[in-house]
T-cell receptor, first 114, second 112 residues
Framework: DSGVTQTPKHLITATGQRVTLRCSPR?????VYWYQQSLDQGLQFLIQ???????AKGNILERFSAQQFPDLHSELNLSSLELGDSALYFC?????????????FGSGTRLTVV | GQQVMQIPQYQHVQEGEDFTTYCNSS?????IQWYKQRPGGHPVFLIQ?????EVKKQKRLTFQFGEAKKNSSLHITATQTTDVGTYFC????????????FGQGTILTVHP
């Protein structure tokens, strides 16, 4: 157990639907990062939140949005889902922007769009 | 933002052979972090290098940071089947998009 909790572990949904992925960071970590990993793809950075505020944005689609709540958990909302959105979505956390101990990743949510 | 390129993309070795993966950047890196992702698993932090020419070892793994801080390598001596997975490098820290993107990594397959 890495200390970063992601739910659900698996999600199967139809095209056009909307889903919400949830992440609870490791205790004490203020930064949350979301990544998308498709088959044979690297980790594509989506977005970072720090203590409730958006800190950095990657190639996140307009159909995707995220937020970090006062208790520091974060949610990634994916809407108007397409087949190509099927991927593994990871959440990671760290204490501040940079950490000598690296980012701690959760086990991921596997999203399948059918 | 800064981007690190990792080579090779794939590496197949026989158990007992050595393995090396490289990260290269056209600009000076503030640091380099290495991660391992087992098949079906999530990335796990291995180590961070910060100083020019730094070398760190973890059992059979040797990590190096180049003198110019533009490249890094991970070398595994006498690979074992437990070394199978994808190895990622990352220039961590800051909020520059490039620093938060890991890239494709090197997928290592070890044949028994």
């Amino acid at each position: 157990d890495s200390g970063v909790t992601q739910t659900p572990k698996h999600l199967i949904t139809a095209t056009g639907q909307r889903v919400t992925l949830r992440c609870s960071p490791r205790s004490g970590d203020l930064s949350v990062y979301w990544y998308q990993q498709s088959l044979d793809q690297g980790l594509q950075f989506l977005i970072q939140y720090y203590n409730g505020e958006e800190r950095a944005k990657g190639n996140i689609l307009e159909r995707f949005s995220a937020q970090q709540f006062p208790d520091l958990h974060s949610e990634l909302n994916l809407s108007s889902l397409e087949l190509g959105d099927s991927a593994l979505y990871f959440c990671a956390s760290s204490g501040t922007g940079a950490s000598p101990f690296g980012y701690t990743f959760g086990s991921g949510t596997r999203l399948t769009v059918v | 933002g800064q981007q690190v390129m990792q080579i090779p993309q794939y590496q197949h070795v026989q158990e007992g052979e050595d393995f090396t993966t490289y990260c290269n950047s056209s600009t000076t890196l503030s640091n380099i972090q290495w991660y391992k992702q087992r098949p079906g698993g999530h990335p796990v932090f291995l180590i961070q290098l910060v100083k020019s020419g730094e070398v760190k070892k973890q059992k059979r793994l040797t990590f190096q940071f180049g003198e110019a801080k533009k490249n890094s390598s991970l070398h595994i001596t006498a690979t074992q089947t437990t070394d199978v997975g994808t190895y990622f490098c990352n220039n961590a820290g800051g909020t520059s998009y490039g620093k938060l993107t890991f890239g494709q990594g090197t997928i290592l397959t070890v044949h028994p």
